[in-house]
């Protein structure tokens, strides 16, 4: 068969070839460049915030944002334990120790779980909350495939214990509050930080890059000083403090400034895409599309389908390689960060929703040049197969 219908491949349909030979032909194409601070202008418009950093991908900007954040060796910093490894690493590179949480039906992180685990399991001694003698700095917070988290809740929590709110919105550019308490504010700028990415699977792309952004202006000014080696002296290299090589490139921001360009299509198209597939499954017994959280606009980066396990019990991996075959890629979701090897000691709080999401999520074909054809030939094949495999 030479049909193949990707995952998710990156869109490159405006202006990205003429920037990116434009910072080319200037020379400009290390850490410095127009580009780049053209890319954190169009970001900070779009996302009606004040200042941000553009950074080398989304693990440095989270990495960035634990730093300001204050995270020190042997702090606590709450965690999701259903997302991808690269939310938890940076605070392990802060020689801190992780505590996983569980995920609500949203697939983000369970509100009700993080108050009773600060509630019940931690002391706050008015300055601080701790934990087994270690203070606990910060949650990170992932905006999972673009749905927004519960903020309403988390901020609530986080204010009374004195927690700094790390938004992962990684996946999740463009997302925001359409009612409620934080109407009109985007993913990455309700929480004391955000971290964007532009990897090549993310909504728009710059080859590798990413963002971060603070609700204090000041605060993201520092955030780039630390990622371009912290030099105080430019010209005469005093440094101090500890900087990073952690700045995007002036020919990854070009990339990026065209891509910010078309991300409202993209969105757009997402939507549309997203909407056809709600209507192939509609009323069909075996799985369930995931929606996004009521009251906000999601940028619909990722479609997951929720296979009812107890009519499709076969392993995700016999479905994934069957799809396969039929040149239609999925993926399953991630493995629990708190089994992988280097987190199999670290402590969880009543983890059990996301080992069932973690079983029974399969994403589907979400690439912006899908065509509506494509979409009814996953789908058909989707639930053809599943009604070969159900248990009788
Ligand atoms: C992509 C992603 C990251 C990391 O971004 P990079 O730019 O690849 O470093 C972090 N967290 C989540 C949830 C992601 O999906």
Same mark, same amino acid.
């Given at each position: 068969?030479?049909?193949?219908?990707? +995952?998710?491949?990156?869109? =490159?349909?405006?202006?990205?070839?003429?920037?990116?030979?434009?910072?080319?032909?200037?020379?400009?194409?290390?850490?410095?460049?127009?580009?780049?601070?053209? +890319?954190?202008? %169009?970001?900070?418009? =779009?996302?009606?915030?004040?200042?941000?950093?553009?950074?080398?991908?989304?693990?440095?900007?989270?990495?960035?944002?634990?730093?300001?954040?204050?995270?020190?060796?042997?702090?606590?910093?709450?965690?999701?334990?259903?997302? =991808?490894?690269?939310?938890?690493?940076?605070?392990?590179?802060?020689?801190?120790?992780?505590? #996983?949480?569980?995920?609500?039906?949203? +697939?983000? !992180?369970?509100?009700?779980?993080?108050?009773? #685990?600060?509630?019940?399991?931690?002391?706050?001694?008015?300055?601080?909350?701790?934990?087994?003698?270690?203070?606990?700095?910060?949650?990170?917070?992932?905006?999972?495939?673009?749905?927004?988290?519960?903020?309403?809740?988390?901020?609530?929590?986080?204010?009374?214990?004195?927690?700094?709110? *790390?938004?992962?919105?990684?996946?999740?550019?463009?997302?925001?509050?359409?009612?409620?308490?934080?109407?009109?504010? #985007?993913?990455?700028?309700?929480?004391?930080?955000?971290?964007?990415?532009?990897?090549?699977?993310?909504?728009?792309?710059?080859?590798?890059?990413?963002?971060?952004?603070?609700?204090?202006?000041?605060?993201?000014?520092?955030?780039?000083?630390?990622?371009?080696?912290?030099?105080?002296?430019?010209?005469?290299?005093?440094?101090?403090?500890?900087?990073?090589?952690?700045?995007?490139?002036?020919?990854?921001?070009?990339?990026?400034?065209?891509?910010?360009?078309?991300?409202?299509?993209?969105?757009?198209?997402?939507?549309?895409?997203?909407?056809?597939?709600?209507?192939?499954?509609?009323?069909?017994?075996?799985?369930?599309?995931?929606?996004?959280?009521?009251?906000?606009?999601?940028?619909?980066? #990722?479609?997951?389908?929720?296979?009812?396990?107890?009519?499709?019990?076969?392993?995700?991996?016999?479905?994934?390689?069957?799809?396969?075959?039929?040149?239609? %890629?999925?993926?399953?979701?991630?493995?629990?960060?708190?089994? %992988?090897?280097?987190? *199999?000691?670290?402590?969880?709080?009543? !983890?059990?929703?996301?080992?069932?999401?973690?079983?029974?999520? +399969?994403?589907?074909?979400?690439?912006?040049?899908?065509?509506?054809?494509?979409?009814?030939?996953?789908?058909?094949?989707?639930?053809?197969?599943?009604?070969?495999?159900?248990?009788?």
């Amino acid at each position: 068969m030479d049909r193949f219908i990707p +995952l998710s491949i990156p869109n =490159f349909e405006g202006n990205e070839r003429k920037y990116v030979d434009d910072a080319l032909k200037q020379g400009w194409v290390s850490t410095g460049g127009a580009y780049i601070t053209k +890319l954190e202008e %169009q970001m900070a418009e =779009f996302l009606h915030t004040d200042n941000v950093a553009a950074c080398q991908s989304g693990t440095s900007a989270l990495h960035l944002s634990l730093i300001e954040a204050g995270v020190l060796p042997g702090d606590t910093v709450i965690v999701p334990a259903l997302t =991808f490894i690269a939310a938890v690493n940076p605070v392990k590179y802060q020689f801190a120790n992780p505590v #996983f949480m569980d995920c609500d039906e949203s +697939l983000c !992180i369970d509100p009700l779980k993080l108050r009773s #685990f600060c509630e019940d399991e931690c002391e706050f001694d008015g300055e601080s909350l701790i934990y087994k003698e270690s203070v606990v700095k910060a949650v990170v917070v992932v905006h999972v495939f673009g749905n927004m988290a519960d903020m309403e809740a988390i901020m609530d929590i986080a204010g009374k214990y004195h927690i700094k709110v *790390v938004e992962d919105a990684t996946e999740a550019l463009g997302t925001c509050y359409t009612d409620g308490k934080y109407v009109g504010k #985007f993913a990455g700028t309700i929480g004391d930080f955000g971290a964007y990415s532009f990897n090549g699977n993310k909504i728009i792309t710059t080859g590798g890059g990413g963002a971060v952004t603070s609700n204090k202006a000041e605060t993201v000014d520092h955030l780039r000083f630390l990622s371009t080696q912290a030099k105080t002296d430019s010209h005469f290299y005093v440094h101090d403090e500890i900087g990073y090589n952690y700045r995007m490139t002036n020919l990854q921001a070009a990339l990026g400034v065209a891509q910010m360009e078309e991300l409202p299509e993209f969105i757009d198209r997402k939507q549309k895409n997203y909407r056809q597939y709600e209507k192939e499954f509609e009323g069909y017994p075996f799985v369930k599309l995931l929606s996004f959280r009521k009251g906000t606009l999601s940028n619909k980066w #990722f479609y997951s389908l929720e296979i009812d396990r107890d009519k499709v019990s076969v392993p995700m991996r016999d479905i994934i390689l069957a799809l396969e075959k039929k040149g239609i %890629q999925t993926r399953a979701i991630w493995g629990l960060i708190h089994l %992988q090897k280097p987190y *199999v000691n670290e402590d969880t709080y009543r !983890i059990e929703k996301a080992v069932y999401y973690a079983s029974s999520i +399969l994403n589907i074909p979400c690439s912006t040049q899908i065509t509506s054809e494509e979409i009814s030939i996953v789908s058909n094949e989707i639930k053809r197969l599943l009604e070969e495999l159900a248990n009788v």
